[in-house]
């Protein structure tokens, strides 16, 4: 199984909604990512788990919180949004050991729409 | 931090040979260079990855010159399903540290019939 799901594919917010988007990979990867991807631009680093820690935070605002409940899950927390913040969210993930392989599994991401 | 630098736009026909050339002038010792596809809504899709000279796999080659600081991407005989955007990434993950990871700005890839 060579696939990372995220949940939802799409999602509409209110500026003063919480909301939380889900990914999960069970390729027993220990690093997961979380991008932004604005159209026609290409992927921005969020975050970065390694072994369920974060290990990057790419001065990201507040009002996203990233969450690593176990090796196979990742969750975006979501509140207080901007409609700026409207983009395509990508989770991806690799397999983490030193000198393993490099190359990111990438889910087909959630459409973030904030209203 | 590895700025990277590509082509906006190509054109090709179907069946030809595809070259797209990505500059990282300030790549870092422990960099390497991974190539993605792209289709419209979807997630990128690993192409293939090398660190110096040349790497083959059954869907591209990946050319990188001694002093690393470009790699060229070739898609032998391109079809229309190759129509995407193509990204070339420079950094290091291999500890999951994701060391500065930095997408190129994609060339848009375009086959024509």
């Known amino acids: 199984d060579t696939e990372v799901t995220q949940t939802p594919k799409h999602l509409v917010m209110g500026m003063t909604n919480k909301k939380s988007l889900k990914c999960e990979q069970h390729m027993g990867h220990r690093a997961m990512y979380w991008y932004k991807q604005k159209a026609k631009k290409p992927p921005e680093l969020m975050f970065v788990?390694?072994?369920?820690?974060?290990?990057i935070n790419e001065s990201v605002p507040s009002r996203f919180s990233p969450e690593c409940p176990n090796s196979s899950l990742l969750n975006l927390h979501l509140h207080a949004l901007q409609p700026e913040d409207s983009a395509l969210y990508l989770c991806?993930?690799?397999?983490?050991?030193?000198?393993?392989?490099?190359?990111?599994?990438f889910g087909p991401g959630t459409r973030l729409t904030v209203t | 931090l590895a700025k990277t630098t590509q082509p906006i736009s190509m054109d090709s026909y179907e069946g030809q040979e595809v070259n797209i050339t990505c500059s990282h002038n300030n790549i870092a010792t422990n960099d390497y260079i991974t190539w993605y596809q792209q289709f419209p809504s979807q997630g990128p899709r690993f192409i293939i990855q090398?660190?110096?000279t040349k790497v083959t796999n059954e869907v591209a080659s990946l050319f990188i010159p001694a002093d690393r600081k470009s790699s060229t991407l070739s898609l032998p005989r391109v079809s229309l399903s190759d129509t995407a955007v193509y990204y070339c990434?420079?950094?290091?993950?291999?500890?999951?540290?994701?060391?500065?990871?930095?997408f190129g700005s994609g060339t848009q890839l375009t086959v024509l019939p």
């Open positions: 788990y390694s072994y369920e820690k974060l290990s």
């Open positions: 090398g660190y110096k």
């Open positions: 990434l420079v950094g290091d993950i291999s500890s999951g540290s994701a060391r500065q990871l930095t």
């Open positions: 991806a993930s690799s397999q983490g050991d030193r000198g393993g392989p490099r190359e990111q599994y």
